[in-house]
């Protein structure tokens, strides 16, 4: 069984920053990634970064902003949110995918964890 465990979140006010992260026992064919859901609204990807290249990508709301790394031998993604706006608020949740990121909503999802942006 894989377990990915995330931390870091909390209440920060706008314009503030977090830095998020996932232990994750990544393979050298495996991606991470970082979604998010907003209460009401569909789940998306913030952030994606794959083992082996650590080839990145940034979903939309994450340009700019937010930067997404790794350190393979503590085997531990991060993501730091700069600039952080109310409209960031949400769960954030760390996946590790077998499919190198081609089969998000089949990997190992962590538990989630919560940052709130006040305005």
């Known amino acids: 069984q894989v377990q990915v465990v995330e931390s870091g979140g909390g209440l920060v006010q706008a314009g503030g920053s977090l830095r998020l992260t996932c232990a994750a026992p990544?393979?050298?064919?495996?991606?991470v990634g970082w979604f998010r859901q907003a209460p009401g609204k569909e789940r998306e990807v913030v952030a994606t970064?794959?083992?082996?290249?650590?080839?990145?990508y940034y979903g939309d709301p994450a340009k700019g902003r937010f930067t997404i790394s790794m350190d393979r031998a503590k085997k531990t993604v991060y993501l730091q949110m700069n600039s952080l706006k109310p409209e960031d608020t949400g769960v954030y949740y760390c996946?590790?995918?077998?499919?190198?990121?081609?089969?998000?909503?089949?990997?190992?999802w962590g538990q989630g964890t919560q940052v709130t942006v006040s305005s």
């Open positions: 970064i794959t083992w082996n290249r650590g080839t990145t």
């Open positions: 990544g393979r050298s064919n495996w991606a």
């Open positions: 996946v590790l995918d077998g499919a190198g990121g081609g089969n998000w909503p089949g990997g190992y």
